[in-house]
């Protein structure tokens, strides 16, 4: 059984019953819910209920048109049950309710994998390999309630994929990749900030030199800075 981390899938009593039944129990990566997706869609039926409930409409109507839905590489949920539209309120014409031949299983999964890989091949355009962290070393994570990075310290690796046993003083956590980040990557992100600044100290010295040079003072120069810090210099064709 794949869950999450929530607190009635770690109690003793959960884990007891799993132990009792010899039910292999494997929990997906703290905070990353792309690695549960299978759980995540049953919150799409439930904010449709709520949303019908709200609003006083039937709920099995709200169902009804969502399983009238076409998903887009097999159809609607309809259509792969009964080989067919359901009929609803919303008009349609009487041939797009008659029984059609759907695609078969095998072509359907087919287009499934096709479209999976499809998404991880554009996924890991952007993505990058995390560095393997090793038992003992001083990393920060993330804090999720204010995103500020705490030190803690690596116990060990998790069975679950792409998470670690951290201690952050006295309590134990278990954190995602991404939650993790290596010291030396914070200093190197510090550095390249300093470095930046460092730079733009430099070219404001520049322009105030070139244009003492040209025998303007110092007062009497008016610098412009876009919201990122960048000198907007002033085009040649009006320096006359």
Not at 155 to 173: F, N
Request: proline letters at 5%.
């Amino acid at each position: 059984i794949k869950t999450d981390n929530g607190l009635q899938f770690s109690s003793q009593e959960f884990q007891k019953f799993m132990k009792t039944w010899e039910i292999e129990h494997v929990t997906v990566s703290p905070r990353y819910p792309q690695a549960n997706g299978l759980a995540e869609k049953a919150k799409t039926a439930k904010r449709l209920l709520e949303k019908s409930r709200a609003e006083g409409n039937n709920p099995y109507l709200s169902i009804l048109e969502y399983r009238n839905t076409p998903i887009g590489y097999c159809g609607s949920s309809a259509q792969m049950l009964m080989n067919r539209r359901l009929k609803s309120k919303l008009p349609c014409i009487e041939k797009l309710l008659m029984p059609k031949m759907h695609k078969m299983p095998v072509e359907i999964q087919k287009e499934i994998t096709c479209s999976r890989q499809s998404q991880k091949l554009q996924y890991d355009k952007a993505a990058k390999e995390l560095p393997e962290l090793v038992t003992g070393e001083q990393v920060h994570i993330q804090n999720n309630i204010n995103k500020c990075w705490n030190l803690a310290t690596v116990v060990r690796l998790v069975s679950t994929p792409r998470s670690y046993w951290v201690k952050a003083g006295e309590k134990l956590l278990k954190q995602n990749c991404r939650q993790i980040l290596k010291i030396n990557n914070v200093k190197g992100r510090a550095s390249e900030k300093m470095e930046v600044e460092q730079k733009t100290i430099e070219t404001e010295q520049e322009e105030n030199k070139e244009s003492m040079e040209l025998g303007e003072s110092p007062e009497n120069i008016i610098q412009y800075k876009t919201s990122r810090g960048r000198i907007v210099c002033r085009p040649t064709k009006y320096e006359d």
